[in-house]
């Protein structure tokens, strides 16, 4: 027998009008204007709030202390997506940067191997985004120069050994392939290709999106700026359609009025990323991070020299600030945030088949939570 349940009075993503939604053991079955039989007793009533998907964050680098380059073995990898589950998000791709090849393919192997053990409180691991080794030095930000590697089709395939289905994004500078074979290469593997840390002119990206790569890694940043005679990859990256462009927004890596101006020219093709490092979750302070230190101070963290690396700010809080300074309306931010990344690797965005426990409840742009199991409606 079908245990059914409703929610009433739901605003949901691109209607116009508040909606009903009819769940079926645990999943949505059915969503629309006038579903609810009379006299039905077990019924949610949104008053008009929000439910949207969970988010998927598509960069971080770590969390709880653990930035995944540093992964011996999966028994962190519970925790940590448990962690991300309870902030609200559904899936993640755990970024590997630049580091020491022996790190790079540990990392790979235990995130290979992970078998998550079936509980519903876990966000879950898209693939690894592995952003470097192949990178423009000029534009290295963080990453350590000593263990950048050349771009050539020979060095990719050594680095992703035999864990290429483990790797879901890419990051490289497509300057640097002076063969052309790569894109097409890793395109034939299934992996995403974002372009980034790069000193590629509008020429070089367009001959990139051109071979396959269809996305940027962190707008802005690690880039040249947008200049008006010398376009370079941002100008080309937002004048295409092929091309999503991941930001982070936070505010301190692309000031509010660049935000406005990448979702004014990017529109629909633009998500959120956190770029978050290990200290996620764990509070302003100093931590280890390889060789060197980073510092923590609001949310952002730098390297000892100043240099900027990353964020502790959690991705769906990005919502509200998008919000609060006027870049964009909550129900695009909003999307920023669940839809488009989910996208931007080509999952699925329906709502009807999806678990109640994937689903969120917006109150506002600052205040979310998860739904409650079957039979706990009442607690909402």
């Known amino acids: 027998m079908r245990v059914l349940q409703w929610l009433d009075r739901v605003r949901l993503l691109g209607s116009d009008r508040l909606q009903q939604v009819q769940i ?59 962690y991300l589950w309870q902030q609200g998000i559904d899936a993640y791709a755990p970024t ?15 995130i290979h191997e992970y078998a998550p053990n079936g509980q519903a409180s ?46 879901e994004i890419l990051t490289l500078a497509p300057e640097l392939d002076a063969s052309g074979e790569v894109l097409p290469y890793l395109r034939q593997l299934g992996i995403t290709v974002s372009l980034g840390h790069s000193l590629a002119t509008v ?9 396959g790569a269809t996305m940027i890694t962190h707008a802005f940043n690690a880039m ?28 301190v890596h692309v000031h509010p009025q660049m935000l406005k101006l990448l979702w004014q020219c990017a529109g629909d093709r633009l998500f959120l990323v956190s770029d978050a490092l290990a200290p996620l979750g764990l509070g302003d302070g100093i931590y280890p991070w390889d060789q060197r230190h980073i510092e923590v101070k609001n949310g952002t963290a730098r390297l000892e020299d100043g240099t900027l690396c990353g964020t502790t700010v959690p991705l769906l809080a990005m919502v509200g600030r998008l919000v609060d300074w ?39 742009p600052h205040h979310y939570e998860r739904l409650p199991v079957i039979g706990r409606f009442a607690e909402l």
């Open 24 to 82: 079926a053991d645990g999943k949505v079955a059915a969503i629309g204007a006038n579903l609810i039989p009379p006299e039905t007793v077990e019924v949610l009533d949104f008053a008009g709030d929000y439910l949207s998907l969970g988010g998927v964050d598509l960069q971080i680098n770590g969390a709880l202390g653990l930035p995944f380059p540093w992964l011996k073995t999966a028994e962190p990898l519970p925790t940590i997506s448990h």
């Open 96 to 110: 590997i940067v630049t580091a020491p090849l022996a790190e790079i393919h540990t990392a790979l192997g235990v």
């Open 122 to 167: 876990e966000a879950k691991i898209l693939g690894v985004h592995l952003e470097g080794p192949f990178l423009n030095p000029q534009k290295r930000g963080a990453h350590p120069p000593s263990h950048l590697q050349p771009l050539t089709l020979e060095r990719v395939q050594t680095v992703l050994g035999e864990f290429s289905d483990s790797i």
């Open 203 to 211: 020429e070089e990206a367009q001959a990139a999106f051109d071979a």
């Open 224 to 251: 040249p700026p947008l200049h008006h005679r010398e376009p370079g990859l941002l100008a080309a990256a937002l004048t295409d359609q092929r091309v999503w462009c991941g930001v982070i927004g936070d505010g």
């Open 326 to 364: 006027g870049v964009c309306d909550f129900e695009a931010a909003l999307a920023l945030a669940t839809l488009n990344p989910r996208r931007a690797v080509g999952l699925r965005t329906e709502l009807v088949g999806q678990p109640v426990s994937h689903l969120l409840r917006w109150r506002s």
